[in-house]
C-alpha cells in the first residue's frame, strides 16, 4: 500500500471496551501499513495492556485521536464504512470485506476513508450505522459468527493492503464528507417536518431510508448545497425556520 493511500485511511473503533484488544488493533494495522487511529470514548489508550499488544506500533497507540461522538470523529470524512454482523430492515445493503475495498479503490481519489467497528459485546447501533454510507460485515459460520475485535481489523486491514497496492490517481471525485451530509439530513428533517412529510410519531423511519437513497448517490458539496437550496425555499414557502445549519 502507498504512502499517499496509507495517509487517507483510518480505523474508528466505537467505545472499545478491552485495552489488550486496543492494542492489537494497533498491530495489526502497522502490519498493513496504516497508522490513523480514532476512538469514540471507550477504555484508556494509556493502560499497560494497550501498551503490551501493540508492541512495535505503540506510536499508533500514541497518536491516537479520542472523540466524544461517532458524527464527530467522522465528520472530515468522506466515505464511511461501518463494519457489522448483523443484517436488518435499516442496514441497507451489505458488503464483503473484498467487495467493500473495490469500492474504496473505484472512489478513493481526493476522498478520504473511514472504517467503523463497534463494541466488542453488541457492536453498532443502527443509529451509528446510519452515520455511514456503506455497511460491510466479514463471511463466518452461522454456528459462531462473531470476531474478536482486532481480528476483524486486520481482516479488513489486509484486504485493503492487497486491494489499495495498485492505487488509482485522483480523478476520482470528491465526495461530501460526513459533516455536511449530517447538516443535510437535519435540514431535510426540519423541512419535511413543517410540511408534514414525516410522522411526527417516528420522523426516524422514513429519514433512515432517505439516507441510503443519498448514500447510494455519492453526493459531492455542491450537489449538497443544492439539496439544502431546495429544503430552504420550502422552509421560505412554508414560513418555517429551521434552526441551526443554515447553508
Request: aromatic share 8%; proline share 1%.
Given at each position: 500500500m502507498t504512502m499517499n493511500c496509507k495517509d487517507k485511511i483510518a480505523i474508528v473503533l466505537v467505545e472499545p471496551q478491552s485495552p489488550g484488544n486496543v492494542g492489537m488493533v494497533c498491530r495489526a494495522m502497522k502490519n498493513m501499513g496504516l497508522a490513523e487511529l480514532r476512538l469514540v470514548k471507550g477504555c484508556r489508550t494509556d493502560h499497560s495492556e494497550a501498551?503490551?499488544?501493540?508492541?512495535?506500533?505503540?506510536?499508533?497507540?500514541?497518536n491516537a485521536r479520542v472523540y466524544d461522538s461517532l458524527e464527530l470523529a467522522l465528520a472530515d470524512f468522506e466515505i464511511t464504512v461501518a463494519t457489522t454482523r448483523r443484517h436488518g430492515k435499516y442496514r441497507g445493503e451489505i458488503f464483503s470485506p473484498r467487495e467493500i475495498v473495490q469500492k474504496i479503490q473505484d472512489g478513493i481519489g481526493s476522498n478520504r476513508v473511514a472504517l467503523v467497528f463497534g463494541r466488542e459485546d453488541n457492536g453498532l447501533t443502527t443509529d451509528e450505522l446510519s452515520l455511514c454510507r456503506?455497511?460491510?460485515?466479514?463471511?463466518?459460520s452461522d454456528e459462531y459468527a462473531s470476531l474478536?475485535?482486532?481480528?476483524?481489523?486486520?481482516?479488513?486491514?489486509?484486504?485493503?493492503?492487497?486491494?489499495?497496492?495498485?492505487?488509482?490517481?485522483?480523478?476520482?471525485?470528491?465526495?461530501?464528507p460526513v459533516w455536511e451530509m449530517e447538516a443535510l439530513y437535519r435540514h431535510m428533517e426540519t423541512s419535511l417536518r413543517g410540511i408534514g412529510f414525516l410522522n411526527e410519531q417516528n420522523p426516524v423511519h422514513l429519514m433512515r431510508s432517505l439516507r441510503r437513497?443519498?448514500?447510494?448517490?455519492?453526493?459531492?458539496?455542491?450537489?449538497?448545497?443544492?439539496?439544502?437550496?431546495?429544503?430552504s425555499q420550502i422552509d421560505w414557502a412554508t414560513g418555517n425556520t429551521p434552526k441551526g445549519d443554515e447553508p
Open positions: 501498551r503490551k499488544f501493540a508492541v512495535s506500533a505503540r506510536d499508533v497507540l500514541d456503506w455497511h460491510a460485515t466479514i463471511p463466518a474478536n475485535l482486532s481480528q476483524a481489523v486486520l481482516i479488513f486491514c489486509y484486504e485493503l493492503f492487497l486491494g489499495l497496492a495498485g492505487e488509482k490517481s485522483d480523478q476520482c471525485r470528491t465526495v461530501a437513497i443519498f448514500a447510494r448517490s455519492d453526493l459531492d458539496s455542491r450537489e449538497v448545497a443544492i439539496l439544502r437550496g431546495i429544503m
